[in-house]
């Protein structure tokens, strides 16, 4: 009589909300929890997915009577709210707070059909929106009493001993899970898993898309790092060493992803795409060009303007690219020689925006991003740096400064004082500006943001600056006292939780 087949062990995979006072879907998904996956279906387990920010999840459609949650530009959408109470770290911030994605009783239902699970694996995005992670594992406890919960991702990366302290999970997983989660799991649970070294990026499988019921976009990592060390950016805490996959497995994820999900929209995920740009991304372009793949695609993360010029703009045009985010952050010379790593200068941004301009990118495609409420800086390098990047015909993306664990300028901020050094990670939600300087009110802020966006408005209707930039910038200082345009003032102290 043959022996039955050992039943497979049964593995839970989450994507936890975000709660914030704003979060949208530009094309985010939860990348690394779906390589998890697919690692994790090879190695001989059965795994299920339920990520609470799939705006297309069947039960949230059913609910609300569609069969589509009002998918925009290029496949990105409007997340459902719901507001919920503000913590007390956020008091003075004039703003709704909110849980992003499913409601709870879909989030229930789906914890139901999957059934006990052997274990639980839970991601986890900003350091600040641990709430989302902390309510998923309070509902996990609540269903399934005895499965143990491992919490990886970028909080538990960055922020580990708070995890272990606040997260409610069993384990804390620090660091890129995929070449290690199967031995871990065997060594926790006394499972026999089948565990595959992985030499590099390419023995990896294709993340386990087949989860979703329907695709409006996908994302796509061609390398992993940054070789470069901007003083905000943690790039290389969360993702580890530069590491470039081969062009041919990454034509081949392409091709998959047209062929077999039916995808046009896709997203690089990179820090560093355009590295090594004539062995990297220019054959990789030139292998979805052979394919005759109709894609668009779209670069959510910065480019590095030095590398940028008007062979690969024209490159990037014909293989489909259409949405252009440019690294600028600051105009400031001082700021971009030592915390930018020299990626940009006010020169290659003009060659860049020129470049893509050139080749046929519309006005509306190209944006860069400006950053605001940076330690000790005066809102007028802001507002030069606004009228800088309007003048090049290039759209505005603000991004205020968030002081991120494990950075140069989260340290700077500790040592400053902007930070206490047992703090909330809550205070370090960029649209609250918690380490903001005290002469500047939030209020403040809201009104750069307002002018950054009449900016962009002027520039969609009409293809053209609304005037030269000494003018505009001139306009731009006009809504501001001198106190507010030059004072580097004194931060004020953060609220401890």
């Not at 909080?155 to 069993?170: I, V």
Request: hydrophobic letters at 40%; glycine letters at 6%; one cysteine or more.
């Amino acid at each position: 009589m043959a022996k039955p087949m050992p039943q497979k062990p049964k593995l839970l995979l989450i994507n936890p909300w975000i709660t914030d006072f704003a979060a949208y879907d530009f094309w985010s998904k939860p990348l690394g929890l779906l390589y998890l996956a697919a690692v994790l279906i090879r190695a001989g387990a059965e795994v299920r997915l339920i990520d609470c920010m799939d705006r297309y999840h069947p039960g949230l459609l059913t609910r609300n009577g569609t069969q589509s949650p009002g998918t925009r530009r290029y496949g990105t959408g409007k997340y459902l709210r719901e507001i919920i109470r503000k913590p007390s770290v956020f008091s003075d911030i004039p703003r709704y707070f909110a849980r992003y994605g499913l409601p709870l009783d879909v989030f229930r239902t789906e914890l139901q059909k999957a059934g006990q699970p052997d274990a639980v694996l839970i991601t986890s995005g900003m350091t600040y929106w641990y709430p989302g992670v902390q309510t998923a594992i309070q509902e996990i406890r609540a269903a399934y009493a005895d499965a143990p919960v491992f919490l990886g991702g970028i909080y538990a990366t960055l922020m580990p001993e708070h995890a272990r302290l606040h997260s409610g999970a069993d384990e804390v997983v620090a660091g890129e899970a995929e070449p290690r989660i199967v031995e871990l799991l065997n060594q926790k649970l006394g499972l026999e898993l089948s565990p595959a070294p992985f030499a590099s990026l390419d023995e990896y499988p294709f993340p386990a898309w087949h989860h979703y019921s329907y695709l409006p976009y996908a994302v796509i990592m061609t390398s992993r790092g940054c070789p470069l060390r901007c003083s905000f950016c943690a790039s290389f805490t969360v993702s580890g060493r530069f590491r470039m996959r081969q062009p041919d497995s990454v034509i081949e994820e392409f091709i998959w992803l047209y062929q077999q999900f039916g995808v046009q929209d896709i997203a690089f995920y990179d820090d560093a795409l355009l590295t090594n740009y004539q062995r990297h991304l220019l054959p990789i372009m030139q292998g979805i060009r052979r394919a005759g793949l109709r894609l668009r695609l779209h670069t959510p993360n910065g480019l590095q303007c030095k590398f940028i010029n008007d062979e690969m703009a024209r490159e990037m045009h014909a293989t489909g690219f259409r949405t252009i985010r440019l690294s600028l952050e600051s105009l400031n010379d001082e700021r971009q020689k030592y915390d930018m790593s020299k990626k940009v200068s006010a020169e290659s941004f003009v060659r860049a925006a020129r470049a893509f301009h050139a080749a046929g990118f519309a006005v509306q495609d190209i944006d860069a991003y400006v950053l605001m409420a940076l330690p000790g800086q005066p809102l007028i390098e802001v507002l030069r740096s606004m009228a800088f990047v309007h003048a090049q015909r290039v759209g505005i993306r603000l991004a205020a400064f968030s002081p991120i664990p494990g950075t140069v300028d989260f340290q700077r901020s500790l040592a400053a004082g902007l930070l206490p050094a047992a703090f909330d990670p809550l205070l370090t939600n960029n649209s609250a500006l918690s380490i903001r300087p005290r002469h500047l009110s939030y209020d403040c802020f809201n009104r750069v943001s307002l002018l950054a966006k009449q900016l962009n408005q002027h520039l969609r209707e009409h293809g053209q600056p609304a005037d030269r930039e000494e003018v505009v910038l001139k306009a731009l200082c006009r809504e501001f006292s001198d106190h507010e345009l030059y004072e580097t003032g004194t931060p004020q102290t953060p609220v401890m939780a």
